[in-house]
Every structure is written in C-alpha cells, then in structure tokens.
C-alpha cells in the first residue's frame, strides 16, 4: 500500500527557515497536503500541492515537490515560536467505491528555540 | 468559514457507559469522517460517509457505531469500550469523497479516556 514518510524531529532557531521532507510511494499522486497540529488541537490544513507544479508558494511557506525522486518539502520562512507544532504530509490514495483517502506520514515535531 | 466543531472537547467514560461524540459542519460538505488519534502517531481513520450513506469502515470494533442523521451532522456512538480505546478522536469534512481533489477539513478533537 500507499507509504508516506517524514523525520521525526526538527529544531531551529527562531527567525531562521525550517525545512521538513516528505517522502511517498505512490507514483500516481495528484494531490499532496500538509496539515499543522498544535498540541492538543485537531489538524489545521496549510497548504497542498497538485502533482504538475513543482513549487506553491503562500506567504512564509514554500511547498517543493520533486514528482520524479517522489519528495515534497515545506519551507517555513522567518520560523516564530507559535510554529512549533506538529507537521503532517499526507497523500491522497485511492480506497475502492469511488473514494479516496488520505495516508499521513507520522509527522514532524518542530521546535522553535527563542 | 471552513469550521468543524466537535462536542464534547473532553469526555471520561467507564467500560460500561453509553455516550455519544458529536461532529458538526455548515460548509455544504457531503463526505463526514472519524479518525482516532493515539499520542505520538498519525490519525487513523475509521469511518467515511458519503452523502449521509457509510462509504468506508476501516474494521473497526462494533463497539464504535456512526451515524450520519444528516448532511451536516456526524455522530459515534459508543458503547463497552476498552482503555486502549482512550485516543483524541477526530471528525473531517470535505466537499466529496469521490476525487483527490477535495481537503479535508479536521474539527479540535474530543480528547476521551475510558477508565
């Protein structure tokens, strides 16, 4: 089945750019999400990428997604205390009867340091 | 306004208690569904209804039994659960199920322990 696959832990310094990679399985992709989860709280949707763009950009985040080595990255520009949290990449796949499901890697846990 | 609301944020529950988790969302979305979240790991999911009808159930314990009484509400019924069942469980809604196009939307989570 569908795998999705992410490091555990990440800190940095705050004001510096955070990074955490994503790597998935399934070649045949469309959509790619990152969601952010707060300790305590539900998953808060950032942002997604579709499979024919190679970078979406929003404000202080970046989205890269190289479809060939199947990576997706999230950059964090400026990274403040309030974005420690936990992040999720999470890959649509198809479950049968004309639905799709969402498979989450098991989420990078971002430290900002003051 | 893209909110799910849950109810209740927090709920302790014997092994032979009947409760119910509530899930609510007003954004015209047609696929509802509930996910377990154990501490430390990714959501799993349960139960996906699409256009009220119970399109997904991931083999869960028939001690957990969703029910969809209309397009906005989402309901889990719960009955002889066990402490392994203690989890946050979490409702999403997104605008279909059908298409990998459609976000889902989470809800903050009723944080459960069952003694």
């Known amino acids: 089945g569908e795998d999705v696959e992410q490091s555990l832990f990440l800190s940095v310094r705050e004001g510096d750019s955070s990074v955490i990679n994503c790597t998935y399985t399934?070649?045949?992709?469309?959509?790619l999400y990152w969601y952010k989860q707060e300790p305590g709280a539900g998953l808060q949707l950032l942002t997604y990428?579709?499979?024919?763009?190679d970078m979406k950009q929003d404000q202080r985040l970046t989205v890269l997604l190289n479809k060939k080595d199947k990576h997706l990255s999230l950059r964090i520009a400026d990274t403040q205390t309030g974005d420690s949290a936990i992040y999720f990449c999470a890959d649509t796949a198809y479950s049968g009867a004309g639905s799709y499901q969402l498979t989450f890697g098991k989420g990078t846990k971002l430290s900002v340091i003051p | 306004d893209t909110e799910v609301t849950q109810t209740p944020k927090h709920l302790v529950m014997g092994m032979t208690n009947k409760k119910s988790l509530k899930c609510e969302q007003h954004?015209?979305?047609?696929?509802m569904y509930w996910y377990k979240q154990k501490a430390k790991k990714p959501p799993e999911l349960m139960f996906v209804y699409s256009y009220e009808k119970l399109s997904i159930n991931e083999s869960v314990p028939s001690r957990f039994s969703p029910e969809c009484p209309n397009s906005s509400l989402l309901n889990l019924h719960l009955h002889a659960l066990q402490p392994e069942d203690s989890a946050l469980y979490l409702c999403?809604?997104?605008?279909?199920?059908?298409?990998?196009?459609?976000?889902?939307?989470f809800g903050p989570g009723t944080r459960l322990t069952v003694t």
């Open positions: 399934d070649s045949s992709s469309t959509y």
């Open positions: 999403a809604s997104s605008l279909g199920s059908g298409t990998e196009t459609y976000e889902q939307y």
């Open positions: 954004m015209g979305h047609r696929a």
């Open positions: 990428i579709f499979s024919n763009m």
